[in-house]
T-cell receptor, first 116, second 115 residues
Framework: EAQVTQNPRYLITVTGKKLTVTCSQN?????MSWYRQDPGLGLRQIYY???????DKGDVPEGYKVSRKEKRNFPLILESPSPNQTSLYFC???????????????FGQGTRLTVV | AQSVTQLDSQVPVFEEAPVELRCNYS??????LFWYVQYPNQGLQLLLK??????LVKGINGFEAEFNKSQTSFHLRKPSVHISDTAEYFC?????????????FGTGTQLKVEL
């Protein structure tokens, strides 16, 4: 089954304690992204990757890091989480056709993070 | 840069009634248009998309949307809703120039279908 898998689904942590949210896709997609969803703000892109070892900032990258060492995996790292990073996070992947901007994005189930 | 406006944050509707969820966008370049649906405690899934051609696009679960270039709108419609349509709906755009990986989302519309 084609899917994007995020772990964990729920996480409560304390301010300053480093954490990693994992994301893996089994569709051999080139493009992967991380979004955060906040009430009244919709989804905002944090970071994206267009292929292995190619990553770039999205609209709200402050406080986050990513890496793309393998095509299937795109972990999101919070080196020193703060309460304003409490949010619902989604990983997504897309295949690359001529340009990829017309293709469907496949989303993970989401990770609900609470930083206290 | 693109932006997407979904003016209605919540839309209550009775079962079997028609519904329209509004989406307007702003962009200095041509864009592709999408509607995604998010059921409770799940990720987003694609309902339909407009790339080119006929401005009326049909999607899954009986939904359709019409692209209006002059009004920069892409409203979503369903002639008769069901309880199972209760979800949050997001309109999104991406730059037609391609090569990028950016979807710009609206703030979402919560559709609540009541008996």
């Amino acid at each position: 089954e084609a899917q994007v898998t995020q772990n964990p689904r729920y996480l409560i942590t304390v301010t300053g304690k480093k954490l990693t949210v994992t994301c893996s896709q089994n569709m051999n997609h080139e493009y992967m992204s991380w979004y955060r969803q906040d009430p009244g703000l919709g989804l905002r892109q944090i970071y994206y990757s267009m292929n292995v070892e190619v990553t770039d900032k999205g609209d709200v990258p402050e406080g986050y890091k990513v890496s793309r060492k393998e095509k299937r995996n795109f972990p999101l790292i919070l080196e020193s989480p703060s309460p304003n990073q409490t949010s619902l996070y989604f990983c997504a992947s897309r295949t690359r056709t001529g340009g990829a901007s017309d293709t469907e994005a496949f989303f993970g189930q989401g990770t609900r993070l609470t930083v206290v | 840069a693109q932006s997407v406006t979904q003016l209605d944050s919540q839309v209550p509707v009775f079962e079997e009634a028609p519904v329209e969820l509004r989406c307007n966008y702003s962009s200095s370049v041509s864009v592709y248009l999408f509607w995604y649906v998010q059921y409770p405690n799940q990720g987003l899934q694609l309902l339909l998309k407009y790339l080119s051609g006929s401005t009326l696009v049909k999607g899954i679960n009986g939904f359709e949307a019409e692209f209006n270039k002059s009004q920069t709108s892409f409203h979503l419609r369903k002639p008769s809703v069901h309880i199972s349509d209760t979800a949050e709906y997001f309109c999104a755009v991406s730059d037609q120039r391609g090569g990028g990986n950016k979807l710009t989302f609206g703030t979402g519309t919560q559709l609540k279908v009541e008996l």
